[in-house]
Each structure stands twice: as C-alpha cells, then as structure tokens.
C-alpha cells in the first residue's frame, strides 16, 4: 500500500517532467516514455506513461533509505541522484520497457487508470507550458524595458558627451579670450614703462647739458674780468 505524502511540507517538494527515451532494436525507430516525478526530502513518487499504458512507482521512506545505504549515500544524497536522472534527461542513462513491465532499478506497477496517470501527466505538462509562456513573455517585456532603458542611457550619455565637449570648448575660448587681453595689457604696460623711462632720461640730459653750458660761461667770465683789470705798476 502506497503512503501518504500529503502532510509533507508543500515547500519541501520539488515536481519535475522528463521525456525518456528507451532504447529499443531499430535505430531508426524510436520509444519514449514520459515520467512525472514528486520529490519528497526522503522519498518520492513517479507517475510514467507512454500515451498508451501507464505506471507508478511509489518509493517509500525505508525503501529509500535501504537504497541509499547500498550506495553508500546519504538519503538527500540518493534522492538528489535520483532527481538528476529521472528529472533531466542523461545521456548514458539506461531503461528497460518490456511489454507492460518499466524497470529503472525501481520496478514500477502498471496502473489501476491508465486514463487518469496519463490525463495527470498532460496536465501538468500544460500548466508547465503555460508557466513556461508567461515566464518567456515576462522576460520579453522585461527585456524590452531593459533595453529601452538602456537606449536611453545611451542617449543620455551622448548627451552629457556633447555637452562636456562644448562647455570645454567655451572655456577653452574664454581662456585664450582673456589670456590674449592679459599678454595686450602686459604689451601697453611694458610700451608705457619704456615711454616714461625714455621721458625721464630726457630731463637729465637737459640738466648736464645746462650745467656744463653754465660753468663754461662762468669760466669765460673770469677770464674777461682778469683781462680788463689794469696792471699795477
């Protein structure tokens, strides 16, 4: 008798779908199954149909735990192993499908409803579909804002690029602007500096032209009173 695994925590359980491919005589043909799969911390359930005939596998917490011991793991371990095989498709991994027996080191009961399992596991590959569609036209949308965000940083971006390069080149105009008034001024000041020092070289000149003009003529004079004083004899 199966157990019951409803009052494990929702949570803690992990549902996956696989469609596996069985090897079969004629490489040009090919078989498949698919196996649904409820992953419980130490046991799980399978439910494996291939459209026409349908299986369960419900592996118990002992069962589990045995196995797990034979492969020298842990529970988690095994069950995490076990996952990765039946919850992903494997290249490798091998299963045996004779007539109404699916042996996968587990051997799987043939179902009391092949309707209903195989019904089940429809359904859940729709409603995986569905969660798959909304999930591919949220990450478009999301993508699509991304990248409208990005366009406008890029424009953004130009924008600050183009503003930097004008108000560089203001400045740099404004620089040589006031640079070139600065070397003008200095050119006046320096052109004013030489007027006033020639100016005031003038005045000297004048002085020492005048003195020596004085003595010359006070000398003269002397020489002229000398010659008119009469002879004292």
């Given at each position: ?12 359980t ?50 589990v735990?045995?196995?797990?011991e ?22 490798g ?20 409803d ?5 019904s ?11 969660r ?19 366009d ?61 003009t004085e ?19």
């Open positions: 008798m199966a157990e019951d695994h409803s009052d494990i925590a929702s949570a803690s992990r549902n996956t779908c696989l469609r596996l491919e069985l090897p079969v005589e004629d490489p040009k043909s090919k078989d498949a199954v698919f196996v649904k799969a409820a992953w419980f911390p130490s046991c799980f359930e399978l439910a494996i149909s291939d459209g026409l005939n349908a299986w369960a596998c419900h592996a118990t917490e002992a069962e735990r045995l196995r797990a034979q492969w020298d793991l842990s529970v988690t371990e095994y069950i995490s192993l076990s996952e990765q095989y039946l919850g992903f498709q494997q290249p991994s091998k299963s045996t499908y004779q007539g109404t027996k699916l042996e996968w080191r587990w051997k799987c009961k043939p179902s009391s092949n309707k209903k399992m195989t089940g596991i429809l359904d859940f590959l729709m409603d995986a579909n569905i798959l569609s909304e999930e591919v036209v949220r990450r478009a949308r999301s993508f699509e804002i991304l990248k409208s965000e990005a406008k940083c890029l424009e953004q971006s130009e924008r600050f690029s183009n503003e930097k390069s004008e108000f560089e080149s203001a400045v740099y105009n404004k620089f040589v602007a006031v640079l070139n008034s600065k070397k003008a001024k200095l050119r006046e000041l320096r052109d004013k500096l030489s007027s006033l020092e020639a100016t005031a070289k003038a005045p000297k000149e004048e002085d020492d032209s005048t003195d020596k003595s010359l003529d006070e000398a003269s004079d002397r020489e002229t009173l000398i010659k008119e004083e009469p002879d004292e004899e």
